[in-house]
Structure formats: C-alpha cells, structure tokens
Nanobody
Framework: QVQLVESGGGFVQAGGSLRLSCRAS????????GNWYRQAPGKQRELVAA???????NYADSVKGRFTISRDDAKNTVYLEMNSLKPEDTAVYYC???????????????WGRGTQVTVSS
C-alpha cells in the first residue's frame, strides 16, 4: 500500500518561504502526475499547482510567479516551493499523486493527509 507522506508546513510571516514535500512511501514505478491542493477554513478545496509527465505545469492565478511545483523521481517525491507568502495562502495543503504501482504497473492515485501552512501578517 503506497502512502503519501507530507512535510514542510508550518508558521511563517508574510513575505517568507516554505517548501512542502510529498513522498510516496512503498514501491512505485513512476509518478505520472502530481497536484497540490489547498483548503482554507470555510472554503472549498482548490488546485494550486499541477504537472503531468511530459506536459506543462499549471498554477492557480493566485500563486503564479510565487509557487513552483517540482519532482525528484529518484526519491519518489514532489515538492511545492512557496515564496512571497501572503496571509491568504493560509490553508491545509494536500498532495495528490497519480502513479504506477510496482510490480503490477497499474495506475493508482493517492492523497496525502494534509499539512498546515499559516502565514501571519
């Protein structure tokens, strides 16, 4: 059973930076697509950043130029680098990965449990 382990959340002042990590524990062949979502209190979950293998990365308008999604295939890990953080970025951040299982090579999808990011003004 592949689980997604998130880390890197925390408390930061406006203008600061954080890097979130999402590591797929267990055996997988490859990551096909990766997404970071966030959900603020009282709001719907929204897609923040996404990539597909061989395709472009996409970002929500609210984070373009400030957030960067990346991957390290050797570590089965996806990152979200967040710079110039604003109080409105405060939310629980969730990673979502689409990957190929080992040894079946079947496609699967998993969600992380979320990591809290709090930005003070």
């Amino acid at each position: 059973q592949v689980q997604l382990v998130e880390s890197g959340g925390g408390f930061v002042q406006a203008g600061g930076s954080l890097r979130l990590s999402c590591r797929a524990s267990g055996n997988i062949f490859s990551i096909n697509a990766g997404n970071w979502y966030r959900q603020a209190p009282g709001k719907q979950r929204e897609l923040v950043a996404a990539f597909t293998s061989g395709g472009p990365t996409n970002y929500a308008d609210s984070v373009k130029g400030r957030f960067t999604i990346s991957r390290d295939d050797a570590k089965n890990t996806v990152y979200l680098e967040m710079n110039s953080l604003k109080p409105e970025d405060t939310a629980v951040y969730y990673c979502n990965l689409d990957y190929r299982n080992y040894p079946s090579n079947a496609s699967s999808e998993s969600w992380g449990r979320g990591t809290q990011v709090t930005v003070s003004s």
